[in-house]
């Protein structure tokens, strides 16, 4: 697998794959909805930072185990906020994509991307800026 934000050897990079999937499920059950149109979006997420489409169901299978078994996200940022800026950019559109598909933000989505931005090192404003973006895509 060879994701195009990183420059990682490929144990590593399929971790940190699997921890993307799961922090991803973890925003999509965080309203507990967890929808087919949220899966979705995690799918194309994954395969558009460069896992194998011919994986993907076993990467979701792995990340949704993960995501159950964890106690907090602080699983599954750790690595992640090591990554590069684009890479944290691309994650954070898909997080917001999750919290909108449904069309609002209730206030444990709201507080989740707020513990994000400080646990992925980045700039509320640029998170912000992010929301505002994907929010008015789903308002189109």
């Not at 896992?51 to 106690?71: H, L, Q, R």
Request: net charge neutral; aromatic share 6%.
């Amino acid at each position: 697998m060879i994701l195009k934000f990183l420059k990682k050897n490929k144990e590593e990079e399929t971790d940190i794959v699997l921890k993307t999937a799961s922090l991803l499920i973890h925003a999509a059950k965080i309203d507990e909805k967890y929808t087919e149109k949220e899966k979705l979006i995690i799918k194309k997420t994954i395969i558009s930072l460069g896992a194998d489409e011919g994986k993907i169901e076993e990467i979701m299978i792995n990340a949704e185990e993960n995501e159950k078994n964890s106690n907090q996200i602080l699983d599954f940022t750790k690595d992640i906020k090591n990554t590069d800026e684009n890479f944290k950019i691309k994650l954070v559109e898909s997080l917001w994509k999750i919290i909108y598909s449904d069309t609002t933000s209730d206030m444990y989505e709201t507080n989740l991307m707020r513990r994000l931005s400080g646990l992925l090192y980045l700039d509320n404003k640029v998170v912000g800026n992010i929301k505002e973006k994907i929010k008015a895509e789903f308002n189109k």
